[in-house]
């Protein structure tokens, strides 16, 4: 709870900041774990020459 007041207050400072400078969103890491269980390891890669 104490997190997530600070998250609170930081929005409530941010108004007075720009959008790309400060923002501060709820984030579902359920997703992101899953996401990251799901996927597979890159065997190899080829990169242009530049």
Known sequence: MKI???FV?????AENFPDF???SK???TQNILNSI???R???SIEL???
Do not use: H, L
Request: no cysteine.
């Open 21 to 23: 400078m400060y923002t």
């Open 4 to 6: 997530k007041k600070q």
């Open 41 to 43: 390891p890159i065997e």
């Open 9 to 13: 207050n930081a929005d409530k400072i």
């Open 37 to 39: 269980k799901a996927s």
């Open 26 to 28: 709820m984030i579902n």
């Open 48 to 50: 242009p020459n530049y």
